[in-house]
Protein backbone atom coordinates (compact mmCIF):
# COMPACT_ATOMS: atom_id res chain seq x y z
CA UNK A 1 0.00 0.00 0.00
CA UNK A 2 1.57 2.99 -1.01
CA UNK A 3 0.08 6.99 -0.56
CA UNK A 4 -0.48 7.26 -4.00
CA UNK A 5 -2.68 4.20 -3.68
CA UNK A 6 -4.47 5.61 -0.45
CA UNK A 7 -4.98 9.16 -2.55
CA UNK A 8 -6.40 7.80 -5.85
CA UNK A 9 -8.82 4.96 -4.35
CA UNK A 10 -10.07 7.28 -1.74
CA UNK A 11 -10.64 9.75 -4.81
CA UNK A 12 -12.36 7.02 -6.97
CA UNK A 13 -14.33 6.26 -3.35
CA UNK A 14 -16.04 9.73 -2.64
CA UNK A 15 -16.59 10.52 -6.97
CA UNK A 16 -18.45 6.95 -6.78
CA UNK A 17 -20.10 7.91 -2.88
CA UNK A 18 -18.38 5.09 -1.45
CA UNK A 19 -19.29 5.13 2.30
CA UNK A 20 -16.07 4.60 3.86
CA UNK A 21 -12.58 2.86 2.52
CA UNK A 22 -10.85 -0.02 4.99
CA UNK A 23 -6.84 -0.06 4.73
CA UNK A 24 -6.57 -3.42 5.95
CA UNK A 25 -3.04 -4.36 6.66
CA UNK A 26 -1.30 -6.32 10.27
CA UNK A 27 1.97 -4.02 9.75
CA UNK A 28 2.51 -1.24 12.14
CA UNK A 29 4.71 0.54 9.84
CA UNK A 30 2.04 0.68 7.26
CA UNK A 31 -0.74 1.48 9.23
CA UNK A 32 1.37 4.45 10.73
CA UNK A 33 2.39 5.92 7.55
CA UNK A 34 -1.75 5.57 6.35
CA UNK A 35 -2.69 7.40 9.90
CA UNK A 36 -0.17 9.77 9.07
CA UNK A 37 -1.28 10.42 5.58
CA UNK A 38 -5.02 10.87 6.69
CA UNK A 39 -4.02 12.85 9.78
CA UNK A 40 -2.24 15.66 7.26
CA UNK A 41 -5.39 15.99 4.68
CA UNK A 42 -8.31 15.40 7.14
CA UNK A 43 -7.12 18.06 9.98
CA UNK A 44 -3.55 19.43 9.05
CA UNK A 45 -2.46 21.31 6.92
CA UNK A 46 -3.65 19.62 4.05
CA UNK A 47 -7.21 20.03 4.92
CA UNK A 48 -7.29 23.88 3.89
CA UNK A 49 -4.68 23.61 0.95
CA UNK A 50 -7.04 21.05 -0.91
CA UNK A 51 -10.15 20.59 0.79
CA UNK A 52 -11.03 18.22 -2.35
CA UNK A 53 -8.49 15.76 -1.13
CA UNK A 54 -10.34 16.20 2.34
CA UNK A 55 -13.43 15.11 1.22
CA UNK A 56 -11.96 12.52 -0.28
CA UNK A 57 -9.66 11.02 2.87
CA UNK A 58 -11.92 11.46 5.15
CA UNK A 59 -13.44 8.03 3.80
CA UNK A 60 -9.76 6.48 4.92
CA UNK A 61 -9.77 4.05 8.30
CA UNK A 62 -7.11 1.99 8.92
CA UNK A 63 -7.52 -1.73 10.38
CA UNK A 64 -5.53 -4.49 11.68
CA UNK A 65 -7.57 -7.24 10.11
CA UNK A 66 -10.57 -7.97 8.04
CA UNK A 67 -12.55 -9.20 11.26
CA UNK A 68 -11.97 -5.28 12.48
CA UNK A 69 -13.37 -3.34 9.31
CA UNK A 70 -16.10 -5.84 8.97
CA UNK A 71 -17.02 -5.06 12.80
CA UNK A 72 -16.50 -1.12 12.30
CA UNK A 73 -18.76 -1.72 9.40
CA UNK A 74 -21.56 -3.39 11.41
CA UNK A 75 -21.28 -1.15 14.29
CA UNK A 76 -21.09 2.02 12.63
CA UNK A 77 -23.68 1.28 9.18
CA UNK A 78 -24.98 -2.15 9.47
CA UNK A 79 -24.29 -5.58 10.17
CA UNK A 80 -24.48 -8.57 7.50
CA UNK A 81 -22.00 -7.22 5.65
CA UNK A 82 -21.49 -8.96 2.18
CA UNK A 83 -17.86 -9.18 0.91
CA UNK A 84 -16.83 -9.23 -2.34
CA UNK A 85 -13.40 -10.14 -3.26
CA UNK A 86 -11.58 -8.80 -6.45
CA UNK A 87 -8.94 -10.10 -8.73
CA UNK A 88 -6.83 -10.27 -12.09
CA UNK A 89 -7.98 -14.53 -12.05
CA UNK A 90 -10.88 -15.97 -13.50
CA UNK A 91 -12.52 -18.50 -10.88
CA UNK A 92 -15.22 -20.46 -11.80
CA UNK A 93 -17.77 -19.25 -9.16
CA UNK A 94 -17.42 -15.33 -10.67
CA UNK A 95 -20.39 -13.42 -10.62
CA UNK A 96 -20.61 -10.84 -13.65
CA UNK A 97 -20.90 -6.79 -13.22
CA UNK A 98 -24.12 -6.63 -14.36
CA UNK A 99 -25.02 -9.34 -11.96
CA UNK A 100 -23.94 -7.47 -8.79
CA UNK A 101 -24.80 -4.11 -9.93
CA UNK A 102 -28.31 -5.71 -9.39
CA UNK A 103 -27.72 -7.37 -6.43
CA UNK A 104 -26.59 -3.97 -5.43
CA UNK A 105 -29.76 -2.36 -6.19
CA UNK A 106 -32.14 -4.81 -4.33
CA UNK A 107 -30.34 -5.21 -1.22
CA UNK A 108 -29.83 -2.14 1.56
CA UNK A 109 -26.42 -3.43 1.65
CA UNK A 110 -23.59 -2.90 3.63
CA UNK A 111 -21.04 -4.71 0.76
CA UNK A 112 -17.81 -4.70 1.28
CA UNK A 113 -15.34 -4.85 -2.17
CA UNK A 114 -11.76 -6.11 -1.33
CA UNK A 115 -8.90 -5.23 -3.25
CA UNK A 116 -5.49 -6.54 -3.23
CA UNK A 117 -1.94 -4.88 -3.39
CA UNK A 118 0.66 -6.51 -5.07
CA UNK A 119 0.11 -10.69 -5.19
CA UNK A 120 -3.51 -10.20 -4.90
CA UNK A 121 -5.86 -11.44 -2.18
CA UNK A 122 -5.20 -14.62 -0.92
CA UNK A 123 -6.97 -17.76 -1.48
CA UNK A 124 -8.36 -17.96 2.15
CA UNK A 125 -9.59 -14.49 1.70
CA UNK A 126 -11.31 -15.53 -1.86
CA UNK A 127 -12.83 -18.52 -0.21
CA UNK A 128 -14.07 -17.07 2.52
CA UNK A 129 -15.77 -14.42 0.71
CA UNK A 130 -19.69 -14.26 -0.16
CA UNK A 131 -19.11 -13.03 -4.16
CA UNK A 132 -15.91 -13.37 -6.46
CA UNK A 133 -15.93 -10.78 -9.34
CA UNK A 134 -15.05 -11.64 -12.74
CA UNK A 135 -11.72 -10.28 -13.81
CA UNK A 136 -11.07 -7.00 -15.92
CA UNK A 137 -11.21 -8.64 -19.25
CA UNK A 138 -8.58 -6.66 -21.54
CA UNK A 139 -6.53 -7.71 -24.45
CA UNK A 140 -4.86 -11.02 -23.07
CA UNK A 141 -2.67 -8.72 -20.71
CA UNK A 142 -4.15 -8.26 -16.87
CA UNK A 143 -1.63 -6.23 -14.78
CA UNK A 144 -3.78 -2.60 -14.28
CA UNK A 145 -2.85 -1.26 -11.09
CA UNK A 146 -4.80 -1.36 -7.87
CA UNK A 147 -5.64 2.42 -7.94
CA UNK A 148 -6.70 1.53 -11.89
CA UNK A 149 -8.98 -1.52 -11.23
CA UNK A 150 -10.54 -0.11 -8.34
CA UNK A 151 -11.72 3.00 -10.15
CA UNK A 152 -12.86 0.74 -13.21
CA UNK A 153 -14.59 -1.94 -11.14
CA UNK A 154 -16.04 1.36 -9.16
CA UNK A 155 -17.22 2.90 -12.20
CA UNK A 156 -18.85 -0.79 -13.50
CA UNK A 157 -20.54 -1.22 -10.14
CA UNK A 158 -21.78 2.19 -9.52
CA UNK A 159 -21.14 4.76 -12.26
CA UNK A 160 -23.57 5.61 -14.66
CA UNK A 161 -23.13 7.27 -18.10
CA UNK B 1 3.21 14.12 -15.07
CA UNK B 2 4.64 11.57 -12.55
CA UNK B 3 6.19 8.19 -12.88
CA UNK B 4 2.83 6.56 -11.34
CA UNK B 5 1.66 8.23 -14.24
CA UNK B 6 3.37 6.72 -16.90
CA UNK B 7 3.17 3.47 -15.57
CA UNK B 8 -0.36 3.45 -14.04
CA UNK B 9 -1.66 4.81 -17.67
CA UNK B 10 0.31 2.71 -19.91
CA UNK B 11 -0.62 -0.40 -18.18
CA UNK B 12 -4.31 0.72 -19.22
CA UNK B 13 -4.05 1.29 -22.28
CA UNK B 14 -2.14 -1.85 -22.98
CA UNK B 15 -4.75 -3.66 -21.06
CA UNK B 16 -7.60 -2.45 -23.53
CA UNK B 17 -4.77 -2.73 -26.59
CA UNK B 18 -4.62 1.09 -27.23
CA UNK B 19 -1.69 1.53 -30.01
CA UNK B 20 0.56 4.06 -28.26
CA UNK B 21 0.63 6.36 -25.11
CA UNK B 22 1.66 9.99 -26.20
CA UNK B 23 3.19 11.90 -23.17
CA UNK B 24 3.33 15.15 -24.32
CA UNK B 25 5.33 18.39 -23.24
CA UNK B 26 7.45 20.95 -24.07
CA UNK B 27 9.70 20.75 -20.73
CA UNK B 28 13.00 19.41 -21.13
CA UNK B 29 13.45 17.90 -17.63
CA UNK B 30 9.96 16.41 -18.18
CA UNK B 31 10.95 14.30 -21.66
CA UNK B 32 14.28 13.39 -20.02
CA UNK B 33 12.56 11.94 -16.88
CA UNK B 34 9.86 10.29 -18.89
CA UNK B 35 13.34 8.46 -21.58
CA UNK B 36 14.99 7.39 -18.60
CA UNK B 37 11.49 6.01 -17.24
CA UNK B 38 11.14 4.21 -20.51
CA UNK B 39 15.07 3.25 -21.16
CA UNK B 40 15.03 1.34 -17.54
CA UNK B 41 11.67 -0.58 -18.49
CA UNK B 42 11.90 -1.51 -21.68
CA UNK B 43 15.25 -1.76 -22.84
CA UNK B 44 16.94 -1.72 -19.10
CA UNK B 45 17.18 -3.97 -16.07
CA UNK B 46 13.29 -3.25 -15.51
CA UNK B 47 13.01 -5.46 -18.73
CA UNK B 48 14.16 -8.80 -17.60
CA UNK B 49 13.06 -8.15 -13.76
CA UNK B 50 9.46 -7.50 -14.74
CA UNK B 51 8.82 -8.21 -18.70
CA UNK B 52 4.88 -7.53 -18.01
CA UNK B 53 5.66 -3.71 -17.26
CA UNK B 54 8.07 -3.31 -20.48
CA UNK B 55 5.11 -4.74 -22.75
CA UNK B 56 3.55 -1.90 -21.03
CA UNK B 57 5.81 0.94 -21.17
CA UNK B 58 7.00 -0.12 -25.00
CA UNK B 59 3.60 2.16 -25.84
CA UNK B 60 4.83 5.39 -24.51
CA UNK B 61 6.30 7.76 -26.88
CA UNK B 62 7.40 11.84 -25.57
CA UNK B 63 6.47 14.62 -27.70
CA UNK B 64 7.12 17.99 -27.28
CA UNK B 65 3.54 19.03 -28.56
CA UNK B 66 0.21 18.07 -29.77
CA UNK B 67 1.85 18.87 -33.52
CA UNK B 68 4.60 16.29 -32.92
CA UNK B 69 2.59 13.35 -31.33
CA UNK B 70 -0.07 14.24 -34.88
CA UNK B 71 2.60 13.78 -36.71
CA UNK B 72 4.11 10.64 -35.80
CA UNK B 73 0.96 8.97 -35.78
CA UNK B 74 0.34 9.85 -39.28
CA UNK B 75 3.82 8.63 -40.13
CA UNK B 76 3.76 5.29 -38.08
CA UNK B 77 0.14 4.58 -37.89
CA UNK B 78 -2.33 6.76 -40.67
CA UNK B 79 -3.29 10.20 -41.42
CA UNK B 80 -6.71 11.86 -40.23
CA UNK B 81 -6.01 11.73 -36.80
CA UNK B 82 -9.55 12.69 -34.40
CA UNK B 83 -8.48 14.34 -31.43
CA UNK B 84 -10.81 13.85 -28.38
CA UNK B 85 -10.75 16.21 -25.58
CA UNK B 86 -11.42 14.76 -22.20
CA UNK B 87 -12.28 16.61 -18.82
CA UNK B 88 -13.92 17.32 -15.69
CA UNK B 89 -16.28 20.04 -16.64
CA UNK B 90 -19.26 19.55 -18.70
CA UNK B 91 -19.25 21.07 -22.19
CA UNK B 92 -22.26 22.09 -24.62
CA UNK B 93 -21.01 20.00 -27.14
CA UNK B 94 -20.24 17.01 -24.93
CA UNK B 95 -20.38 13.40 -26.86
CA UNK B 96 -20.94 10.69 -24.53
CA UNK B 97 -19.44 7.12 -24.39
CA UNK B 98 -21.76 4.78 -26.14
CA UNK B 99 -21.79 7.51 -29.12
CA UNK B 100 -18.11 7.47 -29.18
CA UNK B 101 -17.97 3.98 -28.99
CA UNK B 102 -19.66 3.45 -31.83
CA UNK B 103 -18.23 6.19 -34.00
CA UNK B 104 -14.73 4.14 -33.00
CA UNK B 105 -16.34 0.87 -34.20
CA UNK B 106 -17.31 2.95 -37.05
CA UNK B 107 -14.33 4.18 -38.13
CA UNK B 108 -11.10 2.52 -38.88
CA UNK B 109 -9.12 5.32 -36.79
CA UNK B 110 -6.27 6.81 -36.02
CA UNK B 111 -8.17 8.66 -32.81
CA UNK B 112 -5.85 10.24 -29.91
CA UNK B 113 -7.59 10.69 -26.76
CA UNK B 114 -6.36 13.89 -24.75
CA UNK B 115 -5.81 13.60 -20.71
CA UNK B 116 -4.74 16.66 -18.99
CA UNK B 117 -2.63 16.60 -15.54
CA UNK B 118 -3.24 19.56 -13.18
CA UNK B 119 -5.27 21.87 -14.28
CA UNK B 120 -6.44 19.85 -17.21
CA UNK B 121 -6.23 20.90 -21.07
CA UNK B 122 -6.45 24.26 -22.30
CA UNK B 123 -9.29 25.96 -23.60
CA UNK B 124 -7.13 26.29 -26.62
CA UNK B 125 -6.70 22.37 -26.94
CA UNK B 126 -10.10 21.61 -26.24
CA UNK B 127 -12.07 23.95 -28.73
CA UNK B 128 -9.69 22.56 -31.06
CA UNK B 129 -10.73 18.92 -30.82
CA UNK B 130 -12.87 16.82 -32.99
CA UNK B 131 -14.91 15.29 -30.07
CA UNK B 132 -15.21 16.67 -26.75
CA UNK B 133 -16.18 13.36 -24.45
CA UNK B 134 -18.47 13.68 -21.67
CA UNK B 135 -17.06 14.16 -17.98
CA UNK B 136 -17.08 11.34 -15.86
CA UNK B 137 -20.12 11.98 -13.24
CA UNK B 138 -19.94 11.47 -10.02
CA UNK B 139 -22.06 12.07 -6.98
CA UNK B 140 -21.20 15.81 -6.94
CA UNK B 141 -17.10 15.18 -6.92
CA UNK B 142 -15.38 15.34 -9.73
CA UNK B 143 -11.70 15.00 -8.72
CA UNK B 144 -10.33 12.00 -10.33
CA UNK B 145 -6.42 11.21 -10.48
CA UNK B 146 -5.89 11.83 -14.26
CA UNK B 147 -4.74 8.00 -13.89
CA UNK B 148 -7.63 6.46 -12.88
CA UNK B 149 -10.26 8.80 -15.07
CA UNK B 150 -7.86 7.12 -17.74
CA UNK B 151 -8.56 3.83 -16.64
CA UNK B 152 -12.21 4.67 -16.43
CA UNK B 153 -12.78 6.22 -19.78
CA UNK B 154 -10.48 3.45 -21.36
CA UNK B 155 -13.16 1.30 -19.86
CA UNK B 156 -15.69 2.62 -21.26
CA UNK B 157 -14.49 2.96 -24.64
CA UNK B 158 -13.17 0.21 -25.44
CA UNK B 159 -13.63 -2.19 -22.53
CA UNK B 160 -15.96 -5.35 -22.89
CA UNK B 161 -17.85 -7.05 -19.66
Chains 1, 2 share one sequence.
Do not use: C
Not at 19 to 48: C, D, K, N
Not at 76 to 88: E, I, L, N, S
Not at 100 to 117: M, N, V
Not at 123 to 152: C, F, K, M, Q, T
Amino acid sequence: MTTVDIHDIARSAKTFDVRGFYVITPLESQSQLVQRVIRHWVEGRGATYNPTRQAALSLVKVKGSMEEAIGDISRYWKPGVKVVATGARSQRENIGYSQLREIFLASSGPFLLLFGTGWGLTEEVIRNSDYILAPIEGSHYNHLSVRSAAAIILDRLLGWR
